[in-house]
C-alpha cells in the first residue's frame, strides 16, 4: 500500500469516532503540555536568579573569610584567620586589573529626621569603591571619598526610598539625620535601583565602613572581631583575564596570612561559581519536572493502546474483508500503527500550542516568568510519537495476526 492511501484509510478511522479519538489524545496533550510547563517554570526561575546575580555588579569576585573563633579557656575570645579591612586596602593597591574593591558591614538601625522616624533600616558600611563594584549610581550629591573614609566622617549617603520617606520633596543633602544616637549629614541620594537577589538597595543608607567600626558596632563584638570582615569584593576590569586576578589575589592573601594554598583561611567565588551551582541545582529539578509530567505521556499512551485493542476487536470483520481483497498482513499492520502514530501526533501538537499557551498564562496570571525552551518543544514532540509507535504496536500485531476467516465469520 502507497504511504498516501495509509494516511487516508487511517485518518477516516480516526474521523469517524471523533469524540473517542478525542478523548483518546487527550492524555498525550497533558502529557506534551505538561513537560513544557514544567521546564518553562523551572528555566524561568534559573534565568531570574542568574538574573539577580548579575544585577548586583558585573565582573565580581567574592572573597569570603573563614576564620574560627580562639583563645584562652574561659578567657576572653578572639577571631583567628579569615580576612581583614587591610587585604581590601592591598588588594586595590597591588593587584592589576582590578575596577573597584569594597566591603561591607550591615547592621540595623533607627533614623530620624524632625518628626520623622524609620526603623530597622539596613545600614551598609562601605568604602567610596562601593558604587563601581555594585554597579550603583548617585542620583543627587555624591558618594563620600577616602579622606572621610580614613577620617572616619560622618556621612550618609540614603537610598532613594529612604530619601523620600524622610524628605518628601525636600532637598536632603546637606541636612542633618540621626541614625540611632549619631548625627551625620546627608551627602548624597543614590538613583533607584530596586529589589536584587531579595535586597532593597533604595531601603538601605551608606556610610563609611571605618564609621560603622567606631561607632554602630556592639562593643563586645568588636573585642571579638577586631578589623575583620566577613567579605572583600573585587570588580574585575571585564578587559582583564579574571583566573589572573583571582590568582594574584590567592597568593597576595596567602602570603599575608602566612598559610599554604593547601589551607586558605578564605574562599574565591566568582558569579559564574554562583550561577552554574544554583544551574546545577535548577537543572536537577527541571529534570525531575520533566519526568514526573512525563507520567502523563506514559498514561496516554495506555489509553491509545487500551482504545486501539478495542477498535481490532470492533473492526475484525472489516479486516478480514479487506484480507480477503488482497491486504497482506503487513499492510494490516501499517494501517493500524499509522492511527495509533497519527493519534499522539495529533495530541503532540495540541499538547505543544496548550504547553506554550499555559506557560504564558501561568507567567502573566501566577506572577512567576517562565521561559519555553525549544528543546522541550522537540523532547515532548518526539516522546508523544514514539509513544504512539510503542503502545501502538501490540494492537497493530493483534490485528496484523487475524485468521482472515475467522475474522470474515465475527459478528
Known amino acids: 500500500m502507497m504511504l498516501s492511501e495509509v494516511l487516508k484509510i487511517a485518518w477516516g478511522s480516526l474521523m469517524a469516532n471523533k469524540l473517542r479519538s478525542i478523548l483518546t489524545m487527550l492524555g498525550v496533550i497533558i502529557g506534551v503540555a505538561a513537560v513544557i510547563v514544567m521546564v518553562a517554570i523551572s528555566a524561568g526561575t534559573e534565568a531570574t536568579i542568574s538574573e539577580a546575580i548579575n544585577g548586583l555588579g558585573s565582573n565580581l569576585v567574592f572573597i569570603s573569610s573563614a576564620f574560627s573563633r580562639g583563645g584562652p579557656t574561659g578567657g576572653p575570645q578572639t577571631m583567628r584567620g579569615g580576612l581583614v579591612y587591610d587585604d581590601m586596602t592591598v588588594i586595590r593597591e597591588r593587584i592589576s586589573g582590578v575596577a573597584g574593591v569594597t566591603v561591607e558591614q550591615q547592621t540595623s538601625v533607627t533614623i530620624k529626621y524632625e518628626n520623622t522616624s524609620l526603623e530597622s533600616v539596613m ?27 580614613e577620617r572616619s566622617s560622618k556621612v550618609v549617603v540614603l537610598g532613594k526610598t529612604v530619601a523620600e520617606e524622610l524628605f518628601g520633596e525636600g532637598d536632603p543633602i546637606g541636612q542633618t539625620v540621626t541614625v540611632n544616637s549619631i548625627k551625620l549629614t546627608v551627602i548624597g541620594v543614590m538613583a533607584e535601583k530596586g529589589l536584587v537577589a531579595g535586597v532593597d538597595f533604595d531601603q538601605q543608607i551608606y556610610v563609611p565602613i571605618t564609621l560603622v567600626f567606631k561607632k554602630f558596632m556592639p562593643a563586645q563584638f568588636a573585642r571579638i572581631m577586631g578589623d575583620r570582615v566577613r567579605q572583600i569584593i573585587v570588580s574585575v576590569d571585564p578587559s582583564t583575564d579574571m583566573d589572573k586576578v583571582i590568582e594574584q589575589i590567592t597568593l597576595l592573601l596567602a602570603n599575608r596570612h602566612e598559610v599554604t594554598l593547601d589551607s586558605l583561611d578564605f574562599t574565591i567565588r566568582t558569579q559564574a561559581d554562583i550561577i552554574a551551582t544554583q544551574e546545577s541545582t535548577t537543572e536537577s529539578f527541571r529534570t525531575l519536572l520533566a519526568w514526573v509530567a512525563s507520567v502523563s505521556l506514559i498514561v496516554g499512551g495506555i489509553g491509545i493502546m487500551n482504545i486501539m485493542l478495542v477498535s481490532v476487536t470492533e473492526r475484525t470483520k472489516e479486516i478480514g474483508l479487506r484480507q480477503a481483497v488482497g491486504a497482506a498482513p503487513g499492510d494490516i499492520q501499517v494501517q493500524f500503527l499509522m492511527e495509533a502514530l497519527l493519534l499522539s501526533l495529533i495530541g503532540g501538537l495540541l499538547g505543544i500550542l496548550a504547553g506554550v499557551g499555559g506557560a504564558y498564562l501561568f507567567e502573566r496570571l501566577g506572577g512567576m516568568r517562565t521561559v519555553v525552551l525549544p528543546y522541550s518543544i522537540g523532547i515532548s514532540f518526539l516522546s508523544a ?27
Do not use: C, S, W
Open 123 to 149: 545600614m551598609v558600611g562601605a568604602t567610596p569603591d562601593f558604587p563601581t563594584v555594585r554597579d550603583v549610581r548617585v542620583a543627587q550629591g555624591r558618594f563620600y571619598n577616602d579622606t572621610e573614609l
Open 385 to 411: 510519537a514514539l509513544v504512539g509507535i510503542f503502545f501502538g504496536f501490540l494492537p497493530a500485531k493483534q490485528a496484523a495476526d487475524l485468521d482472515p476467516i475467522v475474522a470474515l465469520r465475527h459478528e
